[in-house]
């Protein structure tokens, strides 16, 4: 058995019982939550096929849907803005309606902000930090930062960015 078959089986052995531990009422799913990803919102004009105003009213249609489930959370999977840290300030009170938390991981173009701005992306979001764990339902959920490396999440020059950059190269073989 190799290591990533070993791991997996590992994995799903540990997490069987977990989510088996307190079944649902009969037809009734263990757990339910609503999910949002790639809003990508700016106050920009359309690109290819990139209808930045056009992310606004859909962002306000899928809040009003999600807003009817009686959900315990609503899971954000990144990327709300396209770029322009302002842009939040046009979506974060949208998300309010929905009436239960939002739970937001982050996405690459929530960096797309200025230099000045990248450190406040995290508070903006109301995030603990910028990786966390939340339980719901007898669950925990684990978010974690992939932008934790990137030389985009942090400001031009700062050291993170530098070490981001080297060890790219460093992958890139040069």
Known sequence: ????HFLATAAAGALAPRLTAAPAA????LLRFGLITD??????????ERHYRASQPKLERA??????????FTLHLGDLIDHDFKSFDVLLPLLGGLG???????????????????CRVVAKLEMPHDYYSFRSSGVRFLVTDTNSQ???????GSAAAVAAAAMLKELRGG
């Open 1 to 4: 058995m190799d290591r990533r």
């Open 26 to 29: 009969a037809g009734q799913p």
């Open 39 to 48: 809003v990508q919102y700016a106050d920009a004009e359309a690109q290819g």
């Open 63 to 72: 809040v009003a849907e999600l807003a009817k489930e009686g959900l315990p």
């Open 100 to 118: 239960h938390p939002v739970r937001h991981v982050l996405g690459n173009h929530d960096f797309q902000v200025a230099d000045a701005d990248k």
């Open 150 to 156: 990137a030389g985009y999440k942090h400001p031009q």
